[in-house]
């Protein structure tokens, strides 16, 4: 009896708890298959983008080369012969000023650590705007030495597709802040945020200057302050206030941050900014 007892009072056998646990498992095995299901709708739908994205691309290039093919053909053979020799210039101009960039003095860093808190709509128009910076050193007076750093996942999957194994641009996966070509170069750090309390007054060579590579409001607002905060880098923000009165929003494009850059190495002067901002970024 006492035996029994024993088994009765330090035992309670429940036959629910297996059952239980088994639903459980299976509920598990249930959301697990659900997260994968939607992993691949998610990598399939990013494919698609690309693909609409890159022939996107393709048609405008193809309607530019229609267009241009219908201009030509509308010229006296003197006309063409100008046409072609100027552009062959152009061409050749604008390849010196990538290889001047590669070499220059006057740098700029691109930290693409906030990608990943990104929507690939966001993604794509960060590499985007990547593309237009590139295309303004072509033209740049004085072009700029380009860093982009953790350069992996989804960024460099985009920008890959633009073409930008062939750009002259210093790629690296890790952060600046261990890339030696950027610690070692005993030039100063400064991290542009338009939450800085510091106005940016100068662009110099003895500077690196540092943009954070985010597109919406929500990852942009603070981050690039306090990331720097935490690195011990100074920060400044571009003189929007002082030359422009009726911003309505301080937060800018990529492009336009390295235009307002570049154009003040054309007299040292921050003047040009006024044409540089986009009409829709004013209070009307």
Known sequence: MESDNFFENDFDFNPEFFSEKIINEEKLKRIDLNKEIKTK??????????????????????EKRHERIKMVS??????????????EQKLIQQEENLL?????????????????LMKIKE?????SQLGNCYNLNKKFKIPFKYFLSNYE??????LEAMGSKNWHFY???ANFTDIKEITNSGKNLIYLSPDS???????????????????????????S??????????????????????????VLNVNTVVEILGSYLEDFNFNRIKGIIPKRMMNK
């Open 171 to 173: 790629f690296s996966e």
């Open 100 to 116: 001047k960039g590669m070499k220059s003095q006057y740098t700029i860093v691109f930290d693409m650590d906030y990608v990943h």
């Open 74 to 87: 509308q010229m006296t053979k003197e006309e063409r012969i100008k046409f072609y020799t100027e552009k």
């Open 225 to 250: 302050l306090n990331k720097a905060s935490n690195l011990n880098i100074k920060t400044a923000r571009l003189p929007l206030d002082e030359y422009l009165k009726c911003l309505a929003n301080p």
């Open 41 to 62: 709708l998610y990598e399939d739908m990013k494919k698609e983008m690309r693909m609409k994205t890159r022939n996107k691309r393709k048609e405008i290039k193809k």
């Open 123 to 127: 993604i794509k128009s960060l590499a």
């Open 153 to 158: 996942g989804e960024i460099k999957q985009e």
């Open 197 to 223: 309390n510091d106005i940016l007054t100068e662009v110099n060579s003895n500077t690196i200057y540092i943009i954070g590579g985010f597109v919406d409001k929500p990852v942009s607002k603070w981050r």
